[in-house]
């Protein structure tokens, strides 16, 4: 059914434009929009390789569940029965992208300090995952996965291997997206 308004000369037709055009020597140009939620960032890799939503302040939730444990089970085995190599292997990762913007050559195969201080730690007074806490911390943080410091040591306390797999998986979601596709 016609409402009249479609002919009506007094409203003025705009068409939409996807994208905006400037005026060169050469001829006009066009520019791309701005970048999205799920772009790459200088420094790393996809940080949303999943596409996962935003809130309001920008947070997003894991890329896999707390539960998810069984989605990576060398991982899943390593972190139960030597959770000293799976810390160090993450903290290396992390860092490593962190400082070069690229997986670790090496993945974090060997041990380093760092497992060894969580072996000590572990061994001496049953407390290694204190050093999880802050591992996660600043996972949450390169992602920015809504959480808090409290959640963090919830987690690390209740479930020291569910805990370093899933930030294992969420390490491994940025190294794949930056690896050269073939």
């Given amino acids: 059914m016609a409402s009249g308004k479609e002919n009506d000369p007094t409203i ?3 068409a939409p434009t996807a994208i905006s055009e400037k005026s060169t020597p050469q001829g006009p140009q066009s520019t791309q929009p701005g970048p ?3 772009m790459s960032v200088s420094g ?3 940080r949303n390789v999943l596409n996962l939503p935003l809130d309001a302040e920008g947070k997003r939730d894991w890329s896999h569940g707390i539960c998810d444990c069984f ?7 390593l972190a139960w029965w030597c959770p000293c190599l799976a810390h160090a292997r993450n903290k ?3 860092d490593h992208l962190e400082a070069h913007g690229t997986p670790d050559p090496e993945r974090g195969v060997r041990c380093s300090s760092d497992g060894w201080i969580y072996a000590c730690i572990e061994f001496s007074c049953n407390m290694g995952w204190a050093l999880q806490v802050a591992t996660r911390g600043n ?3 390169r992602y920015s996965i809504r959480g808090s410091s409290a959640e963090d040591f919830c987690t690390a306390y209740c479930c020291q291997p569910c805990d370093l797999v899933q930030g294992s998986r969420e390490l491994q979601l940025e ?3 930056l690896e050269p596709r073939l």
């Fill in 92 to 94: 290396r990762r992390l």
């Fill in 139 to 141: 996972i949450r943080q």
């Fill in 175 to 177: 190294e794949e997206s």
């Fill in 71 to 77: 989605g990576d089970i060398g991982t899943c085995c």
């Fill in 12 to 14: 003025p037709v705009v």
């Fill in 44 to 46: 790393g890799g996809n």
């Fill in 36 to 38: 999205t939620a799920n």
